[in-house]
Structures are given as structure tokens and as C-alpha cells.
């Protein structure tokens, strides 16, 4: 049971664009969303994180757009560049879970063109 | 500081064969996790571990897995009699405090392949 679902699969953006990639979550129980960035042959990197009592969560150039009403929260990358390349995977933590069990998104390879 | 570390970075079993995957959590990090990542897929949870106690373990697949942590510290996942659908990227998370397990930071990975 896929209990995350991000979208899209596949992103090609130009160099100085905006990326965006959703995700949608039914279980109302999560209530910590990060975004975690991966480069082949790395683990991946803790980008990003929102809870849902905020809307909006901006760390330079990235933004996590939070909707609690519709379950659907978004990674948007302003001015993105080459090196922004990567998986992206949206994740949900479970809110009452005694443990720190991260469900992760089906990922979206991005890629920036120069 | 130095951030997680995992070793043997590729394996390469044939099947049958037992494997034994190390994790070097960061110095101090309380929480350990183990996910397991197919080939274009996310990470999906297989067990964690706070300090040496293992409180989680509903993401392993098989009697066949098995992880621990004897010290609180350094954590070895364990696949006994290696299968085909084993084969996969074996990563390790760990995070500060159980307050904050939430924010994980990950190794670099095993490569598994079963032959």
C-alpha cells in the first residue's frame, strides 16, 4: 500500500527555472514531511522538512508548500541549476509511530538543463 | 564532522550465501535505522534501533533478515541465505535523539547483488 504519492516521475527543467514536485498522503496520522535530495551512488540528504502547522517553509532556494486540507505538499526549487540534478524523494513520518519510520515517495530524477 | 558511514559499499552473493552489512552511525546519534532501496524506488523502512534496543522491526521481509546493535553504537544487518530479491541498496539512518528520530541522516549505502 503506497501510503505517499509523488509526482512527477520524471522532471526536466531549464537552468534559472522553477521545479516543482508533488506529493499527496492520505493517512491524516503523518505530521512530519521532509524532502530528501540523492545523487547516484549516495545516500540520500536531508533537504528540507515542514510540519503541518505551517503552510510554507523556505530555506534558500528551496520551499515546501504545505496544503493539510487536500494532503498535498510540494517541493518547489527557484533558480534551479545543474547541479540540482538529482532524486528527489518526498517522505511522511507517522505521528503517533514510537518510532521514526520515514514513508517514502516513489522519487522524481530531475534534471537541469544548462 | 564525519557523517554515517557503511561498509562493505558492494557486495556481490551468490545465493544461498549468508551477507553481514556494517553501519557507523554518527558519533552520539542515539536512533539507527536500516531501509532497503530497489533499483528506482524510495527507501522503504526495515528496522530501528534506540541506543542497543531494537523497538522496531515490522519492515523486515523475512525470518531471514536480521539486524542489531550490541553496543548502542556500530549496527550489522544480517541476510541469511541470500535470494535473488535481495538485491537492492542496503542504507542506514541515524539521528540524535529519540525526541528528534524524525531528521535522519542517511550513509551512502550497500549494493547487493545476489547472483
Known amino acids: 500500500q503506497q501510503q505517499v504519492k509523488q509526482s512527477p516521475q520524471s522532471l526536466i527543467v531549464q537552468k534559472g527555472g522553477i521545479s516543482i514536485i508533488n506529493c499527496a498522503y492520505e493517512n491524516t496520522a503523518f505530521d512530519y514531511f521532509p524532502w530528501y535530495q540523492q545523487f547516484p551512488g549516495k545516500g540520500p540528504a536531508l533537504l528540507i522538512a515542514i510540519r503541518p502547522d505551517v503552510s510554507e517553509k523556505k530555506e534558500g532556494r528551496f520551499t515546501i508548500s504545505f496544503n493539510k486540507s487536500a494532503k498535498q505538499f510540494s517541493l518547489h526549487i527557484m533558480d534551479s541549476q545543474p547541479g540540482d540534478s538529482a532524486t528527489y524523494f518526498c517522505a511522511a513520518n507517522h505521528g503517533s509511530s514510537n518510532t521514526g519510520k520515514l514513508i517514502f515517495g516513489q522519487g522524481t530524477t530531475l534534471q537541469v538543463k544548462p | 564532522g564525519a557523517g554515517v558511514s557503511q561498509s562493505p559499499r558492494y557486495k556481490v552473493a551468490k545465493r544461498g550465501q549468508d551477507v553481514a552489512l556494517r553501519c557507523d552511525p554518527i558519533s552520539g546519534h542515539v536512533s539507527l535505522f536500516w531501509y532497503q532501496q530497489a533499483l528506482g524506488q524510495g527507501p522503504e523502512f526495515l528496522t530501528y534501533?534506540?541506543?542497543?534496543?531494537?523497538?522496531?522491526k515490522s519492515g523486515l521481509p523475512s525470518d531471514r533478515f536480521f539486524a542489531e546493535r550490541p553496543e548502542g553504537s556500530v549496527s550489522t544487518l544480517k541476510i541469511q541465505r541470500t535470494q535473488q530479491e535481495d538485491s537492492a541498496v542496503y542504507l542506514c539512518?541515524?539521528?540524535?535523539?529519540?525526541?528528534?528520530?524524525?531528521?535522519?541522516?542517511f550513509g551512502p549505502g550497500t549494493r547487493l547483488t545476489v547472483t
Open positions: 534501533f534506540q541506543n542497543e534496543a531494537q523497538l522496531d
Open positions: 539512518a541515524s539521528s540524535w535523539t529519540s525526541g528528534r528520530k524524525y531528521e535522519q541522516y
